[in-house]
């Protein structure tokens, strides 16, 4: 007879926090909203547009429906939260962080890295990646590229969104698909951006990859001495 009583309680406070909810939505205008169910094909409510949808933060005070109606609701996303790997090149002059040095696919643990450099026309190889390649069903979102990266070229990003209909192809990210500005992760993740440990090892990157660049430069072909024009070969 006890566990009866306790199973109808049980029921009348589910039921209590769902005319609650209710009333709460009444009372706040949102009566009349759809809560939920991403788009329709018909919909009587219009709900939020992609990228507009409101964040709901969840504590202990929290009250009334506990669910988020994703993808029209969503939790936040906090700064240190990480996904999946990117690279990142720098806004000002476009240039790409990655060496191609490979200590990111040699610390791996699941091996799911892979690249090639680029070689100069001479055959020479250059410290630019050619190509390089994420699985993401593979990667365990661990950060360690990131960490052992030597160029801060490699960070980890929010982005959880992947779900798709193809796998064997599209969750293979190339070069193109992984590359973000310096910008974007400023604007992401703005903590760790303006920190005194990001700042310096930004000017070590900066200077480190100038040294890189004229390296290269240096090994570059140079162009034949224009010839001499027929006047100044005539006034001698």
């Known amino acids: 007879m006890g566990a009866g009583v306790g199973v109808v309680r049980g029921h009348l406070i589910t039921l209590r926090r769902f005319l ?75 240039n790409v962080r990655c060496t191609a040095c490979k200590i990111c696919a040699k610390v791996c643990p699941p091996q799911c890295i892979w690249m090639s450099q680029a070689k100069s026309p001479k055959g020479t190889v250059l410290p630019l990646p050619e190509d390089f390649y994420i699985d993401m069903d593979v990667c365990m979102n661990c950060g360690l590229c990131a960490e052992y990266c030597p160029f801060d070229a490699i960070k980890m990003d929010h982005n959880f969104e992947l779900s798709n209909y193809e796998r064997h192809q599209s969750h293979i990210f190339n070069l193109q698909d992984l590359l973000v500005s310096s910008e974007f992760y400023a604007r992401t993740h703005p903590e760790a951006w303006a920190s005194a440990d990001e ?38």
């Open 199 to 236: 700042v310096s090892e930004r000017n070590r990157v900066a200077k480190k990859r100038t040294q890189w660049l004229q390296k290269v430069l240096a090994s570059a072909p140079q162009k034949p001495a224009e010839s001499q024009a027929p006047e100044a070969a005539v006034a001698k």
């Open 20 to 94: 609650l909810t209710f009333w709460r939505d009444w009372k706040t205008g949102k009566g009349f909203s759809r809560r939920g169910g991403g788009a329709l094909l018909i919909d009587l409510f219009h709900g939020p547009k992609r990228g507009q949808e409101p964040t709901v933060t969840q504590d202990y005070r929290t009250d009334g429906l506990f669910t988020v109606e994703y993808p029209d609701e969503r939790l936040p996303v906090y700064e240190r939260y990480r996904v999946l790997p990117v690279l990142i090149y720098d806004a000002d002059d476009g």
